[in-house]
């Protein structure tokens, strides 16, 4: 598919399911995992410009290939999206997820969420002094977060289980 026509599907599913227009600015692909693609883009949503992140994911894992088959679940995307709605119902900090992408989108398995600003390399947050004072703090908080990780209710994650 061409980077014309993704925008297009992309536009199209988010003035279906977040709001319309919908129209795409600075669509950006960045650096990815090991089973799902990361795209940054802003939106025109009800009169205004918002960020946004869409993660399209692989499908599930090979379970004769994978070490951790019938010990560690590969979720899918809806799984994946669920399970962080979940955590925010629970008092977890996490992107509020505003779609989870259907067939008709044309994008494949996916979901949109609020882009949340902020570090994800664990080097810069361990050695740079902008971050001492997260440091100071990060052990405390992630005590908090697991702790709400922990109230989930698995009625509403029963694909953990």
């Known amino acids: 598919m061409s980077s014309e026509d993704f925008a297009a599907r992309l536009q199209a599913a988010v003035a279906r399911h977040v709001g319309t227009p919908g129209t795409i600015h600075d669509l950006q692909r960045l650096t990815g995992g090991a ?5 940054s883009f ?16 692989s499908p599930r894992a090979n379970d004769e290939s994978n070490p951790l088959a019938g010990v560690s679940p590969h979720l899918i995307a809806e799984e994946d999206a669920r399970l962080m709605i979940a955590a925010v119902k629970a008092g977890v900090p996490a992107p509020r997820v505003r779609a989870i992408l259907k067939d008709d989108d044309g994008l494949g398995p996916g979901y949109v969420t609020e882009r949340v600003a902020g ?3 664990a080097t810069k947050i361990l050695r740079e002094e ?23 209710p698995l009625a509403e994650v029963p694909f953990l289980m």
């Open 130 to 152: 902008r971050f001492a004072n997260a440091r100071a703090t990060m052990a405390k908080q992630c005590g908090t977060i697991l702790a709400a990780i922990h109230r989930i």
């Open 42 to 57: 802003d939106a025109d949503v009800a009169g205004a410009r918002a960020q946004f992140i869409l993660q399209l994911a």
């Open 35 to 39: 089973n799902k693609t990361t795209w």
């Open 119 to 121: 570090e994800t390399l």
